[in-house]
């Protein structure tokens, strides 16, 4: 079973700079492709960043160029630096694990997921 927890949402002003992390519990961390969903109020959830076992890393456009996301496998923990924040980038995020090397930009291909963390910018 795998287990992940995501932390560090909180209200920051546009411009702004946070990072979210999301900690997974589990058995061989690495062979797992990550990725960062989220949702804003009235949407549906979209696919924000991932990257797979061997790092390869692919993001949607609104983020590329502001938001970096990466792993640390020692650490079974994921990261997204999110950089010149936009009060459009509001919603809950949320991490999600899929088994093997690759990563896709559809949650219907994460089999395992966290239960969000709230991220606000205000204007």
């Known amino acids: 079973q795998v287990q992940l927890e995501e932390s560090g949402g909180e209200v920051v002003q546009a411009g702004g700079s946070l990072r979210l992390t999301c900690a997974v519990s589990?058995?061989?961390?690495?062979?797992?492709?990550m990725g960062w969903f989220r949702q804003a109020p009235g949407k549906e959830r979209e696919f924000v960043a991932a990257i797979s076992g061997s790092s390869g890393i692919v993001y949607a456009d609104s983020v590329k160029g502001r938001f970096t996301i990466s792993r640390d496998n020692a650490k079974s923990t994921v990261y997204l630096q999110m950089n010149n924040l936009k009060p459009d980038d509001t919603a809950v995020y949320y991490c999600?694990?899929?088994?093997?090397?690759?990563?896709?930009?559809?949650?219907?291909?994460?089999?395992?997921w966290g239960q969000g963390t709230q991220v606000t910018v205000s204007s």
């Open positions: 999600a694990a899929r088994p093997g090397v690759y990563s896709s930009r559809s949650g219907a291909l994460y089999d395992y």
């Open positions: 589990g058995r061989s961390f690495s062979s797992y492709a």
